[in-house]
């Protein structure tokens, strides 16, 4: 089977002649926080910078959100936004959970650390189509000067990748597997190089990221590390998008643990809220005002004075 997930990427960052508008259709994706809680505290990350509160999100209330949501025509939940949802032993019951409300595509992005074969398969049983490595570290050296933890984990990681593939082909499910990493310059593809080469029997798709700014968190200190950083979030390293029009406010939905839906795929400081989903329904939050506001300035393809100038300002003179 044929399994390409850069086709899926470039399809949620390229906007269509529907999306050109202050009030888009309901987007097809939408990332929930099920945890913002994260076991890596990872330098190029505004989440090791614990400007918010990291919980859990509450069941009753992700059970709510995922059939507001498809009954507002969503079609692919991603397990995932700011955290890092293997820490939690009920991810396998909230993937089960949203294929029972008939989403399509159910995906998940992960540090891998936590991704052991167990809850690997507990995933794939539940329905879970697509398991995405992020694996931002070259070597075990790179991975504890930047994830900051020790080590060894980084062979845990590596390993739990390979055996991720074991398990899928162990009992044919539908699921696929892939990794991104991120390009923090001109000499970090090539240490990727022989990491990519042993990983590749196991995954079926890798690609490459730019470095972002992160909403301008982020974007300084790897700025000071000698990173070359890009404003927004530009896609695929092979496919990048302009930063303004931004994509992320019109084509894809993110909720955090606490019911928040984000204007920003980066909003780790919550200046990105456009409405509380324990108060308003998805659409609502959608179309609010401050949501539309924004998109507004995207569309004359000027944000000066909105939360995005500086994030925008690496990628203009």
């Not at 990291?54 to 991603?78: I, Q, S």
């Not at 968190?217 to 990173?227: A, I, K, P, V």
């Amino acid at each position: 089977m044929s399994r390409k997930i850069s086709d899926k990427v470039d399809a949620i960052t390229g906007m269509r002649k529907r999306h050109f508008t202050a009030t888009p259709p309901c987007p097809k994706a939408c990332k929930i926080e099920l945890t913002a809680r994260c076991n890596l505290k990872c330098s190029f990350c505004a989440t090791s910078k614990n400007l918010r509160a990291k919980r859990d999100m509450d069941w009753d209330f992700y059970c709510r959100l995922l059939r507001d949501y498809r009954e507002a025509g969503g079609k692919e939940v991603g397990m995932f936004f700011l955290g890092e949802s293997m820490v939690l032993p009920w991810l396998p019951k909230a993937i089960k959970e949203a294929k029972k409300v008939g989403f399509e595509y159910v995906f998940l992005t992960t540090n891998g650390v936590n991704a052991t074969p167990k809850k690997v398969r507990e995933c794939m049983e539940a329905g879970l189509n697509s398991l995405k490595y992020s694996l931002n570290y070259a070597d075990p050296e790179q991975f504890h000067e930047i994830a900051r933890v020790k080590k060894s984990l980084f062979k845990t990681l590596l390993e739990n990748i390979k055996e991720s593939r074991k398990v899928r082909d162990k009992y044919d499910f539908d699921c696929g597997l892939f990794a991104s990493y991120i390009s923090y310059d001109g000499e970090q593809g090539k240490r990727m190089k022989k990491l990519v080469k042993e990983l590749d029997p196991y995954l079926d798709e890798i690609y490459s990221l730019p470095l972002y700014s992160q909403a301008d968190l982020t974007g300084q200190d790897n700025q000071e590390q000698g990173w070359k950083v890009s404003g927004g979030n530009p896609g695929r390293l092979d496919n990048m998008r302009d930063p303004v029009p931004c994509w992320s406010l019109f084509t894809e939905a993110r909720i955090s643990w606490d019911g928040r839906m984000s204007m920003c795929c980066f909003d780790h400081d919550e200046r990105f809220n456009a409405g509380n989903l324990n108060e308003m329904s998805f659409m609502d939050a959608w179309h609010s005002k401050k949501f539309q506001a924004l998109r507004a300035e995207h569309l004359k393809k000027n944000v000066r004075g909105t939360a995005c100038e500086q994030c925008i300002s690496y990628d203009t003179p």
